[in-house]
């Protein structure tokens, strides 16, 4: 048995980290928007003998230590007593540690289309496991309830799917420019002396993008949180310069990640593109927003299983 489910991948603007002991309180206040590119997960199911979990990424056969949040998610939801192999095979459309939320989406997928193939858990109940593994192997804090949400979204309470508070933004004729550029650890910039500063920004952005919700603000504030709080910096912040020259709103840094984004009419997409190309930027993806929520059902295509 197959079971294909669809994560998209998620941009945050800015935030405030809000840490607790309990996991279902641990998460995120601040802004995003969710892509129609993302991280799709199929899972394969069959018994056998005894019961084994391997994880895929790309194609490539990962252990647990590269892996944790993926293999701690299908540890629990498996069942203990079942007797066969599972097989979870994750593809990302971003780079890992780039910003785009593919921790979250791994985590995600893998909860859905495992609760999806054992009829064990419900989308709520799968989407708090993959929470909860984010926050205790500190991958992220509100990538997971962001993308299930969808949309252009404010996460305005902390914590779990089914805890937190995330609502949405309306928009229109928006498009999206993800430019990832490099790796950035999460958990460096959490651990460090800048999460007082970081806390402080994203609470006035926050409190401001809650007066005027709309997307022309939250690009704004956006901008000013990775600039106040000194993340934006070096090529990122001269790239960003460039684009601001052809674009009505101004671009801002993927929270967590050397990465660029922007919200595009379409009239400055070929603007857009023509910097880059100037400037030699040969990866970059122009995207829709993903407005719903994951997707999962059964998959009737084919694997291979050989890397495995």
């Not at 809650?210 to 603000?217: D, I």
């Amino acid at each position: 048995m197959l079971v294909r489910a669809f994560v998209p991948s998620h941009i945050t603007a800015f935030f405030v980290p809000r840490f607790n002991e309990n996991y279902l309180l641990a998460g995120s206040l601040g802004a995003g928007v969710n892509l129609n590119r993302g991280i799709t997960i199929i899972a394969g199911i069959e018994e056998g003998v005894e019961r084994q979990v391997r994880v895929a990424f790309n194609g490539k056969p990962v252990k647990r230590k590269s892996a944790v949040i993926s293999y701690s998610v299908a540890e629990e939801i498996v069942p203990r007593d079942f007797p066969g192999e599972v097989e979870i095979w994750e593809y990302f459309d971003f780079p890992n540690g780039y910003g785009f939320g593919n921790s979250g989406g791994g985590a995600l997928g893998t909860a859905l289309a495992l609760s999806y193939a054992f009829k064990n858990k419900t989308m709520l109940q799968a989407a708090q496991i993959a929470h909860k593994h984010e926050v205790l192997n500190r991958g992220g804090l509100g990538d997971v309830i962001a993308q299930l949400t969808g949309g252009v979204e404010i996460r305005i309470k902390e914590g779990a799917p089914g805890v937190g508070v995330v609502d949405n933004i309306f928009f229109e004729d928006y498009k999206v420019l993800a430019v990832p550029l490099g790796r950035l650890s999460t958990r460096e910039v959490l651990e460090g002396d800048m999460i007082k500063l970081i806390e402080r920004e994203g609470m006035k952005a926050l409190e401001k993008l809650l007066m005027a919700p709309n997307v022309e603000n939250m690009m704004r504030l956006s901008r000013e949180f990775a600039e106040n709080t000194g993340l934006f910096e070096g090529e990122l912040l001269e790239i960003a310069r460039e684009l601001d020259k052809v674009l009505k709103l101004p671009s801002s840094m993927v929270m967590l990640g050397k990465s660029l984004f922007a919200f595009l009419r379409g009239n400055e997409i070929p603007k857009a593109q023509e910097t880059l190309d100037e400037l030699s930027i040969e990866r970059y993806e122009i995207c829709e927003v993903w407005k719903g929520k994951p997707e999962v059902g059964r998959w009737f295509g084919s694997v291979s299983k050989s890397y495995l």
